[in-house]
Nanobody, 122 residues
Framework: VQLQASGGGLVQAGGSLRLSCAAS????????MGWVRQAPGKEREFVAA????????YYADSVKGRFTISKDNAENTVYLQMDSLKPEDSAIYYC????????????????RGQGTLVTVSS
């Protein structure tokens, strides 16, 4: 499967961005989709995850209450709505996929697409 993320850009602190990730193949109900990010010089960090079938979600503490992960089953697309952005949210954001919830929420998912750069200015 190929995962193509888009929607990154430059935004001022307090602003919003919406990232999208389209999968090249159908996403089955057993799948878990997620977002991770990596800033320069830092380790990859889990951001958010969603169970494709039931839609349950999970967030890193650092983004809880500000970011929202959602999905469009018909379009095989997952979204990340990012509000109240902070400079420390600046990173390359990657879409991920696995069937193992644990792998996704520990940023170790089997599939990871090309990222999209998010830059938040202060």
């Amino acid at each position: 499967v190929q995962l193509q993320a888009s929607g990154g850009g430059l935004v001022q602190a307090g602003g919003s961005l919406r990232l999208s990730c389209a999968a090249s193949t159908r996403i089955f109900s057993s799948a878990v989709m997620g977002w991770v990010r990596q800033a320069p010089g830092k380790e990859r960090e889990f951001v958010a995850a969603i169970r494709w079938g039931v839609g349950s979600t999970y967030y890193a503490d650092s983004v809880k209450g500000r970011f929202t992960i959602s999905k469009d089953n018909a379009e095989n697309t997952v979204y990340l709505q990012m509000d109240s952005l902070k400079p420390e949210d600046s990173a390359i954001y990657y879409c991920t996929k696995d069937h193992d919830w644990g792998k996704v929420v520990t940023a170790k998912a089997t599939y990871r697409g090309q990222g999209t750069l998010v830059t938040v200015s202060s």
